[in-house]
């Protein structure tokens, strides 16, 4: 090839590739960030030194533990894994979402709600998978009839839920979840990358269905930049999905600093409280704006509706005050209008209100 030829990657990468559009994170250098449901707190200054006096012991010259055997263990225990279930760990959810979906057939069919977690089809889309989605009803609940249509029309490999549901905050129905569980017989992917705030989980499922796995991370906990996720569920499932794991996925620093903050339960505890306490005050003052439909949440935000064709104004101008949401309007569907707001400290909360009030006003 000519040196000064332009190189045309669709001559090499699958198709399905050139379609696909990188998953854009807006720079937020600078403003209030409440747009990607991190925690707002980082660790109190003791706290702080004692991780990183836990770091010491770290080899960074040496490979890690392949099997990260003790954040293992702990995981398993903290979060009362069955004894019968195995857990694989993953670099985030994200990559054990990956995982899973590269273990498929070319020719599978993935099935989840919409709206749903954007990964789900993302990833899916790059692997050429088929993926499908069912609309949720109005009110953000599973459309059960339609979801067990779809379950014998493409009889998928994988269903996504997750639980609370992102980007719309609510936990679904338990009996209809229980249901889609019972009529498939393809693997049922619970991902509860919100059950710090939400009291429900099927972990204790897990004994009951042989075709469930829990998904987990401690991103939403307060652990974002660690990357650490989880999938229980039958030790057959986890041992081949463990195949095709790259062997060091969960680095060494990851592996030190996750067992050091699981021995921190009541911080996670304080901090979980104080966000949830914080849910109840920015849904009771979303609620009382004029214009603004606001959706009940069991996670770390809130979604809500803007009149007619003013999200993006609004979003726009949100950040114009220094206060970064997301907007989910352009995704159309059940989210036209609609932005979701992390819930953050007190003061971050009353920045984003006091923002929200005085753009309302100037609209009228
Ligand atoms: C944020 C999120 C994830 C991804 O979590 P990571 O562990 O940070 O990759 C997975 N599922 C849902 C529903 C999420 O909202």
Not at 161 to 169: D, F, V
Request: glycine content about 4%.
């Amino acid at each position: 090839m000519p040196l000064t030829a332009k190189i045309n990657p669709n001559n090499f990468f699958r198709p399905e590739i050139a379609s696909l559009n990188a998953y854009k994170v807006i720079d937020a250098t600078g403003m209030i960030k409440l747009d990607a449901m991190e925690n707002p707190y980082s660790f109190p200054e003791d706290i702080l030194n004692q991780w990183l006096a836990s770091l010491k012991s770290c080899h960074l010259n040496r490979y890690p533990d392949p099997q990260a055997r003790e954040l293992s263990q702990l995981l398993k225990q903290v979060n009362q894994i069955p004894a019968t279930c195995e857990i694989l760990l993953g670099n985030g959810s994200d990559e054990i979402i990956q995982l899973l979906l590269m273990a498929l057939p070319t020719t599978a069919s993935v099935l989840a709600p919409a709206p749903a977690f954007v990964m789900y089809q993302q990833i899916s889309r790059s692997l050429g998978l088929n993926y499908h989605s069912v609309p949720l009803t109005t009110d953000f609940e599973l459309d059960l009839p339609a979801m067990l249509t779809a379950i014998q029309t493409y009889q998928p490999a994988i269903i996504f839920l997750a639980h609370p549901n992102n980007p719309t905050g609510n936990l679904f129905n338990l009996n209809a979840i229980k249901q889609i569980i019972t009529a498939s017989n393809g693997l049922i992917i619970l991902d509860e990358a919100y059950a710090a705030f939400a009291n429900s989980s099927f972990i204790p499922e897990l004994e009951t269905y042989p075709n469930l796995l829990v998904m987990r991370t401690l991103s939403k906990l307060g652990l974002a930049g660690l990357r650490l996720g989880f999938i229980a569920g039958q030790p057959e499932i986890i041992a081949s999905l463990d195949k095709i794991r790259l062997p060091y996925n969960i680095n060494t620093l990851t592996q030190a600093s996750a067992v050091f903050a699981l021995s921190k339960p009541e911080m996670f505890t304080q901090q979980t409280q104080a966000i949830c306490q914080q849910r109840t005050l920015v849904f009771k003052q979303l609620q009382n704006l004029d214009n603004i439909q606001v959706y009940p949440s069991s996670a770390n935000f809130i979604l809500f509706k803007t009149a007619t064709d003013q999200a993006n104004i609004i979003f726009a101008k949100l950040k114009q005050h220094g206060i970064l949401i997301k907007n989910l309007s352009p995704q159309g569907g059940l989210l036209s209008d609609c932005l979701r707001v992390t819930i953050g400290t007190e003061s971050e909360n009353k920045n984003f209100l006091n923002a929200l009030k005085t753009i309302l006003a100037e609209l009228i």
